[in-house]
């Protein structure tokens, strides 16, 4: 048996408790390391505060088996690992533009108009698509206009956006992320 003293750093690892569930920095009372940066910076603290209020009233609604939107709460921890990267402060703010423009889209609720009618290889039971390209991000809405994805390119800093627009042309578009693999085209 190992001496005791190499067992402790496992014991003492195995006594943290994880961090508790959140979807919003609480400013009163931290978590990870880079929440007190969205704390002292009005910008990020305001768009931390309208992601929230947006993600919680979210839910998938027609295809929620095909929904690629990113759970606040998972993204929520994901934006936490910016703090390891040497451009932290850059990656914060590239993942709080990124969730933003997904909120944005959220918030317009369904619009059966908006976007070119194509059809999507990789979306669990669901083909037809509207996609509109807007600021350099893709927006797929299934044809009652409800949101499935929203992909964006990737940033100059190491924020890795979940869905991750690849090729967008008028032949179509072709995103990776959620652990899909999707090619639209008209």
Known sequence: MPPLSLL???????????PPPGNTVNCTATVYALDPLVCEDPALRKMDQDIGAV????????????????????WFRRRAMCASKSD????????????????????????????????????????????ELRDRTAIVRDTSGAVI????????????PYLLLG?????????????AKIRCKP
């Not at 402790?8 to 994880?18: G, H, K, L, R, Y």
């Open 88 to 131: 932290m402060e850059n990656c914060l703010r590239d993942a709080y533009a990124d969730r933003m423009a997904i909120a944005s889209v959220l918030r317009e609720g369904n619009v059966t108009t908006a976007g070119k009618p194509m059809r999507c290889a990789g979306l669990e039971d669901v083909t037809d698509m509207r996609v």
């Open 55 to 74: 993600m919680e009233e979210y839910e998938p609604q027609e295809h929620p088996e095909a929904s690629l939107i990113e759970p606040q709460e998972v």
């Open 8 to 18: 402790f750093p496992i014991f003492a690892a195995a006594m943290i408790p994880p």
């Open 149 to 160: 994805a929203v992909a964006s390119p990737k940033p100059a800093s190491s924020w890795q």
């Open 167 to 179: 090729k967008a042309s008028a032949k179509g578009l072709a995103f990776t992320g959620g652990g």
